[in-house]
């Protein structure tokens, strides 16, 4: 009787694979996912094009830049533009006012879609709560240009809101020529037209919030009130905090479109900010070199907030961006 031996395979001839290896994870997930990155192409496309690519013209801040001479052989100047910023008599305005208007913007605009979401998620009535979020929703898809439009109508000496006060006995006045209502016109409208569309990303964390959670605390006699503090809001904290995280990264970007619709001469003294300096000086004055070397100061500024926000939330909590 012969007894036939099976030769085993060779295996140390086959290189064995790492499945933990970045190389082998990236690949894998590529072709699982080929239709998402083939969707995400035009999206990174964008970015690249608007974003990074004009990264290669910040050079003219540190330049005399003439367009004559074009960017490379316009003579290098060093911080001669930022020094010249910081000590010019618009330095401090332009950034009181920089920041101010986002504090405010952070103090009284950030929370506002949050009220608004944690109000309507206690609503019971289905149709109410849709009328209210169609109402809400409907300045959002208005442009900036219609919005400003409005708002200089409505504000004028002989606009709506003059004609109401005037029923009260109060003197017309000139809202949007004086510098003392310029912060109250662009917070307030601002919110008026951001706060129902900002709600919704709100109301979509809340509906992710286990449901047990509030059965649980009605059978241990928890009140609304107290469903909404222990349960509600610390369920959407998280979103909370990554929202204010990137809004903290672009304290410095205040609306600038809308400043330039709705301020003058006689409101620059609470109204001008960096944007809109960098604006005149760069597209009506021609004067791209200082106008780019402002401008990089500013987003550096943004960029110092973001890091710094994202520490601070990292270091307090388990919520950050990366």
């Known amino acids: 009787m012969s007894v036939v031996l099976k030769e085993k395979p060779d295996t140390a001839l086959k290189p064995s694979v790492d499945k933990n290896a970045f190389k082998y994870r990236f690949f894998r997930d590529l072709r699982l996912n080929k239709y998402v990155y083939l969707m995400l192409i035009p999206v990174v496309a964008y970015y690249i094009v608007f974003y990074y690519v004009p990264m290669y013209g910040l050079q003219i801040a540190f330049k005399d830049f003439s367009p004559g001479l074009?960017?490379?052989?316009?003579?290098?100047?060093?911080?001669?533009?930022?020094?010249?910023?910081?000590?010019?008599?618009?330095?401090w305005r332009l950034l009181r006012n920089t920041l101010?208007?986002?504090?405010?913007?952070?103090?009284f605009g950030f929370p506002a879609p949050i009220i608004l979401a944690l109000l309507l998620n206690e609503l019971r009535s289905v149709?109410?709560?849709?009328?209210v979020q169609t109402i809400t929703y409907m300045p959002h898809f208005i442009s900036i240009v219609v919005i400003s439009g409005m708002?200089?109508?409505?504000?004028?000496?002989?606009?709506?809101?003059?004609?109401?006060?005037?029923?009260?006995?109060?003197?017309?006045?000139a809202f949007l020529g004086e510098s003392s209502w310029f912060r109250t016109i662009f917070v307030s409208s601002n919110i008026w037209q951001s706060v129902g569309w900002g709600s919704i990303i709100y109301l979509s964390a809340m509906s992710g919030i286990d449901p047990s959670l509030y059965e649980a605390a009605k059978v241990d006699g928890a009140s609304r009130w107290k469903q909404t503090l222990h349960i509600t809001i610390p369920g959407i904290m998280p979103t909370v905090i990554i929202l204010l995280i990137?809004?903290?990264g672009t304290l410095m970007s205040v609306g600038t479109e809308k400043i330039l619709l709705l301020y003058n001469s006689t409101t620059y003294e609470t109204a001008d900010v960096i944007g809109t300096f960098v604006y005149r000086k760069g597209i009506l004055e021609s004067d791209f070199s200082y106008s780019a070397a402002v401008g990089l100061f500013n987003s550096v500024i943004n960029f110092i907030l973001l890091i710094t926000a994202n520490a601070i939330s990292r270091r307090t909590s388990d919520t950050k961006l990366w």
């Open 151 to 173: 708002l200089v109508d409505f504000l004028a000496r002989d606009g709506l809101i003059n004609i109401v006060l005037g029923w009260f006995g109060v003197e017309p006045t």
């Open 70 to 91: 074009g960017m490379w052989e316009s003579p290098w100047v060093g911080f001669q533009h930022f020094e010249s910023f910081f000590n010019s008599y618009y330095f």
């Open 100 to 107: 101010l208007l986002s504090f405010y913007e952070l103090l």
């Open 246 to 248: 990137l809004q903290i």
């Open 127 to 131: 149709l109410f709560k849709r009328a």
